[in-house]
């Protein structure tokens, strides 16, 4: 049968700080082999023989990333749907609003199968089984939730008390949720075997969980439809997407889906299962995810060890000597360094919590910014230069632009590029280099089929990012 | 009487890096007030009534450096002399070439106070009246050490047994030197009050040393006249300078002055004193200067911190988050990161033991290179191209130069400079370019009274440092 995958791709994921940040949420961050979060949610959500679409939830900011994450491991060119949230607001407002796409794309018996882009999930068969158990159910009108056999008293997880003597097919009833348990509340839950570890991962019909919202959250489905209605589409590069509009969607409720349906609506079955599945909610989490050395050290990057044990350290680009040190998490970036307790991880959301007050722009930007051309490093900051590194995409163009404080430099370092300067239209070979007068009008253009590596030097007396004035610009951006 | 003070600043100080290191050693260390351990013992070295000049021993890398840190605080203009050596020898080659050039300027019977110029010193007026004691005894042919008076069981330092009861004017016979003892050992010693802590500085006549070592170690002395006399001598800047050559220096015994001569004299005398001294050795010793705040912290830069206690954090550029961690020392350099348990920061000298067998040039020089007209720091670098901030001092040039595989970029952000290209020359101010191909004779001058920084993008197959043809050099680097 058909499923429309639903990923919601959302949240700042305060404790994967420094490498997860506002403008490079967690569902990016990517793993020891090289595929991010989100890359695997994709290619489990396309396992199925009929899915006709993937819908993806993610906030405006991070579009352009998130689709090519996406189409990079898109191998069946599978169309994509986006539906674009102004800001985030839980994830009641992100269903209710993925329904509503659904609903006009597909139609009211669509199955959605709703999967967070930041789960983990081992065992693909039994997701597989899981999920063909789920749809089933919920093209008879059930709220499929699923729910994982827990390994350990997880104190981290909300629990789902399911019926074990009632099921078909492998769907129960629910009996009810409960909240994240202290440990000897967790330890008996375990103990007893009815209950399962809520996932957070959801299946059901179109029409019903628009009857489930209509009945309990009534105004929240009115706001996302009204956003829905009102939001402005657009069709690039095989996909669609619909940017939600934002003075409907500011009085969707802040509430999460388990609040809004799952734990009043008695429609919700359940499907147990041991997909090992894992929430990485913290560096703890991630660090479990690759077997330790002799000495208990897990290390990513150019590291020296004298005497430690037991620690994860990962670096881009820096060397890291460890000296008598133990179960530590070590996380290094251009910009920010993280040295944590092994056991404290969940606390590392107190530190964005700090940067932010201090307005540091560390909690919410990287030093390299991602845009829909391609992507900009900061080398170097002052008060009258700035140099960045650009890099734009084969067949990549900015817009044509103009800034009224700043001249730039250009010098093309690799691959070719086009640049309009001006009345001028140049083309740029390695070792070459152009000069951008402030008040000029110009454009970068990558016209060949490798990366374009550009050097820019920025001087001027003002040199902020919202000194731009843009004329024309494939992405949609001029305003 | 008159004084010459001799400060011996070389060593690499493996303990402290990533900050120390060969191309930037622990002398150049700047402490929490700004002021590097070398200054804090210029100032030391010249609080005494007649210093007719200040002898420096260190190596020939580190010369431009060394000078202008001791320049920056020679408030009264004293006379400077430079000692350098092709290499490391230890300190007993270094104290018998000190010992020449005194001999050659300021006659046989001139007193010699020889401080290492990574030690600590709190009490400038006990080190003052222990420094004229022991002037006169080495006046009267002694051999005379400092010995602090312990104040705790050390076993990081030597120790120097007195003769408590035979003493004048404060300067006692030796006994005997013990090596760095066990703990029992030191806390029998520090009990028995006869016991003091060796200082490694000294004070003798030319005259005295020299009979000592042609004693003791004739060999070693005439490689080091060997070596002195074939030296090349300079004059610049209000100070001169000899290259040791290298040839001779070579034959010099690495052996340090303690087991050269003063286990062995029966002229040694030392004056037991309370001056406050420390040897700054380790990244534990350096976090003990500042007192802590109420959690035990001392924080340096940028942090931000969550359940931490007694942990030293050092930043420059970066942000630092910590969570949960107890007795740490982190220290955060451009490109190199160190964190270590505080009770383990004599085994950093592991981790660049490592570095320097893995070949990586971390444990010599920083992204920040100091030469005689100024720095420069690799900002980014890759296969084919290198971008630099250059900094050229007042009136400063940098050598008439050509690169066979390389041209430059050169844009100017701040200051003015002239620039020799080819035939051409040319004054650029900030927010001007111009271009280097590679072959073209160049040169770059500061004319101006502030600092001149240039962003330089090399492009280019080959961006070695050795690819370098110097034509003309006010610094006498052209060979």
């Given at each position: ?60 900011e ?7 994450e ?14 674009l949230?102004?800001?985030?607001r ?26 967070p ?17 789920a749809?089933a159910?919920?093209a ?7 729910g ?16 074990t ?7 129960h ?13 967790a ?10 570890w ?44 619909l ?28 499907v ?50 460890a ?8 996380v ?5 360094l ?40 900061v ?9 960045k ?15 009224h ?9 690799s ?36 990366d ?24 949609g951006?001029?305003?």
């Amino acid at each position: 049968m058909q499923i429309i995958p639903v990923i919601i791709s959302g949240g700042a994921g305060t404790r994967l700080w420094p490498v997860s940040r506002e403008a490079f949420p967690k569902p990016l961050l990517k793993l020891a082999d090289g595929e991010s979060l989100l890359q695997k949610t994709f290619k489990r959500a396309t396992l199925f023989e009929d899915v006709p679409e993937v819908v993806v939830v993610t906030n405006r900011e991070t579009f352009f990333l998130t689709r090519d994450e996406c189409q990079e491991v898109n191998e069946d060119r599978i169309p994509l749907g986006f539906v674009l949230e102004p800001f985030g607001r839980n994830t009641a407002g992100a269903v209710a609003s993925a329904a509503c796409w659904v609903k006009q794309h597909h139609g009211e018996d669509a199955v959605m199968l709703v999967l967070p882009a930041d789960h983990l999930i081992e065992d693909l068969e039994q997701f597989q089984s899981a999920v063909n158990a789920a749809a089933a159910a919920a093209a008879e009108g059930r709220i499929v939730t699923f729910g994982i056999r827990p390994t350990a008293p997880e104190t981290g997880y909300g629990y789902i008390e399911f019926d074990t003597k009632r099921g078909l097919d492998g769907v129960h009833p629910v009996v009810r949720f409960v909240e994240k348990p202290k440990l000897d509340v967790a330890e008996a839950l375990v103990a007893g075997g009815s209950h399962l570890w809520n996932s957070g991962m959801f299946c059901f019909s179109v029409k019903t969980i628009l009857k489930e919202f209509n009945h309990f959250t009534p105004d929240l489905l009115r706001a996302c439809e009204g956003s829905f209605a009102a939001g402005a589409v657009s069709t690039a590069d095989c996909c669609r997407a619909l940017e939600l509009e934002a003075a409907h969607f500011k009085r969707v409720t802040d509430i999460s889906i388990d609040y809004a349906i799952m734990e009043k609506s008695d429609r919700v079955s359940v499907v147990p299962s041991n997909m090992g599945w894992s929430d990485i909610g913290s560096w703890h989490s991630i660090s479990e995810l690759t077997p330790p050395d002799a000495q208990g050290n897990r290390i990513y990057g150019d590291a020296l060890l004298h005497g430690v044990s037991n620690c994860y350290i990962k670096s881009d680009d820096r060397v890291v000597g460890a000296v008598g040190v133990d179960n530590l998490i070590i996380v290094d970036t251009p910009d920010a360094l993280l040295v944590a307790n092994r056991d404290c991880t969940q606390d590392v959301r107190h530190i964005v919590g700090q940067l932010k007050q201090n307005g540091h722009d560390s909690y919410k930007i990287h030093k390299t910014a991602h845009r829909p051309w391609g992507t900009y490093t900061v080398l170097e900051e002052s008060d009258r230069f700035k140099i960045k590194r650009i890099v734009v995409k084969p067949g990549a163009q900015l817009s044509l632009q103009m800034h009224h404080h700043r001249s730039e430099h250009w010098i093309v370092v690799s691959g070719t590029a086009n640049v309009v300067n001006g009345e001028q239209i140049i083309s740029l070979q390695p070792n070459q280099s152009t000069y951008i007068p402030a008040g000029h009008k110009h454009r970068l253009i990558n016209p060949g089929v490798m990366d374009l590596v550009l050097i820019e030097v920025q001087c001027g007396e003002y040199l902020g990012e919202d000194d731009i004035v843009r004329f024309a610009d494939s992405y949609g951006r001029v305003v």
